[in-house]
């Protein structure tokens, strides 16, 4: 017979209890666990009925966790750390060139200077398995937390995270949003006010992704109306494709822009007063002591310092 300990922090226990936590939707939550409602319903309940108290309780039709629940979610979140903390040493005693990296992209990020790193890694470091997931900001976060994931690349400063104590950051490049458009009356700006750019129709990408929410915050900063959306797209090359081929403007990051300049009737410019930010790895704590993540990364920057990064990007496009 299982002991109270076991029942209560099982693996699936634990699972099940963290993403309705995160979700506070016994729909969602099934949903993404790949298990029905009733079975996640039903696992809840006992690990209630095991600790003795009701985790969570209903306002209306939203759940919210109670003080009990607050508890478990506290101590949960310890036995995570805990348990990557002893992963992270035991892999601190591993080789250098052996061994695998698993690397979060924000699907909003140009791929093309990181699929060529990854291309010469293999070639001088063919032990070392890398791979690449591209995911939204919800799921990097989620994935970086559970220790599925060595390495993000994103972008910062990233308001949404409020702890930040677990994580450490390495910057790539400093970025600039361009404002993309196919107005000639405007094609000899290189400043655009923010209340300039409304007139047409946009295609963004999507709520929740981090340029997004970098606009909105710049247009409200600036107590201008947001431009109305008339489409969405994960990946830069899907919204400047859709731009040029419906003249709706958008907003794509500089180093997405590079090597682009000759695309008919379809001007940039800077957003007035910019808006910029970090393009970073983000890892835990104590990750960039792992033999094979603290080489990769020496390996990106030799890699960088022989042609930086927009260089590389330049380059790569005119192949």
């Not at 032990?127 to 060595?150: A, P, Y």
């Not at 947001?226 to 081929?245: D, E, I, R, W, Y």
Request: glycine share 4%; charged share 25%; proline share 4%.
């Amino acid at each position: 017979m299982k002991t109270k300990q076991e029942s209560i922090f099982s693996s699936k226990t634990l699972t099940y209890f963290l993403q309705l936590a995160e979700t506070m939707n016994y729909t969602q939550a099934a949903q993404i666990l790949g298990i029905t409602q009733p079975a996640l319903t039903q696992q809840i309940k006992k690990l209630e009925r095991t600790v003795g108290a009701p985790l969570f309780y209903s306002v209306g039709k939203k759940l919210r966790l109670s003080d009990a629940g607050y508890t478990m979610l506290d101590a949960t979140h310890k036995i995570y750390g805990i348990l990557n903390q002893a992963t992270d040493e035991i892999q601190q005693a591993t080789s250098a060139t052996q061994g695998e990296i698993n690397i979060g992209l924000l699907a909003s990020i140009e791929d093309a200077v990181f699929e060529d790193f990854a291309i010469l890694s293999y070639q001088n470091n063919p032990d070392i398995k890398i791979s690449f997931h591209m995911l939204t900001r919800k799921e990097i976060w989620e994935q970086l937390e559970n220790n599925r994931i060595d390495l993000a690349i994103m972008y910062l400063p990233d308001d949404s995270i409020k702890n930040w104590k677990p994580y450490e950051s390495k910057k790539i490049i400093t970025d600039d949003l361009l404002f993309i458009h196919h107005d000639e009356q405007l094609a000899k700006k290189r400043r655009i006010k923010f209340k300039d750019t409304t007139a047409n129709d946009w295609a963004l990408y999507p709520d929740g992704y981090y340029l997004n929410q970098a606009l909105h915050e710049a247009y409200k900063n600036q107590l201008a109306d947001f431009p109305k959306g008339v489409a969405n797209f994960t990946t830069p090359t899907q919204l400047l494709h859709f731009s040029m081929q419906t003249q709706v403007s958008t907003a794509l990051p500089n180093s997405f822009m590079v090597g682009q300049d000759d695309l008919p009737n379809t001007w940039t410019a800077h957003f007035d007063p910019n808006i910029r930010c970090d393009l970073a790895f983000v890892f835990r704590k104590g990750k960039a002591e792992i033999p094979r993540i603290s080489h990769f990364l020496a390996q990106f920057d030799r890699y960088l310092h022989t042609d930086d990064y927009i260089s590389r990007l330049k380059q790569l496009r005119n192949k």
